[in-house]
């Protein structure tokens, strides 16, 4: 009984234990972050406010960088990730809702590139899912 214990408690916990290997919570917790850091841009034109959750030598971060001067601060704008998963290292796939001024979500099924940069993962580029 007491060999059964222990063997079924050694399972729960390496059951438990994350893989060092497997970036798949923090791939997804830093792609909320970055998209929700998006909207916060969105509203103010603030470039710093996505600079930690992206990667500033890749294109998204250079298309962002390129929209500043068009961004009228004070506007309001929430972006939120759903459904996301992880397709392979590096790649997280979801819906991402995007809610403007008029109150219209706009749905957009995206793939968004990650790398991994300064211990963290960071976007790279966005495009449309397949």
């Given at each position: ?26 791939e ?6 970055a998209?929700?850091?998006w ?49 392979e290292?590096?790649?997280v ?22 790398v ?15």
């Open positions: 009984m007491v060999v059964m214990l222990a063997v079924g408690l050694w399972y729960a916990i390496s059951a438990t234990r994350a893989d060092p290997g497997d970036h798949t919570a923090s997804i917790e830093s792609t909320i972050a998209v929700d850091a909207g916060s841009f969105a509203a103010t034109g603030d470039i710093r406010l996505v600079s930690e959750w992206f990667a500033v030598d890749g294109p998204q971060y250079a298309q962002l960088v390129s929209e500043v001067d068009s961004i009228l601060p004070g506007g309001v704008y929430d972006f939120a990730l759903v459904d996301a998963v992880v397709v290292p590096g790649l796939r979801g819906f991402v809702t995007v809610t403007g001024e008029t109150g219209e979500p706009q749905i957009y099924h995206w793939d968004i590139e990650l991994e940069q300064d211990n963290r993962w960071k976007v790279w580029t966005v495009r449309t899912s397949p």
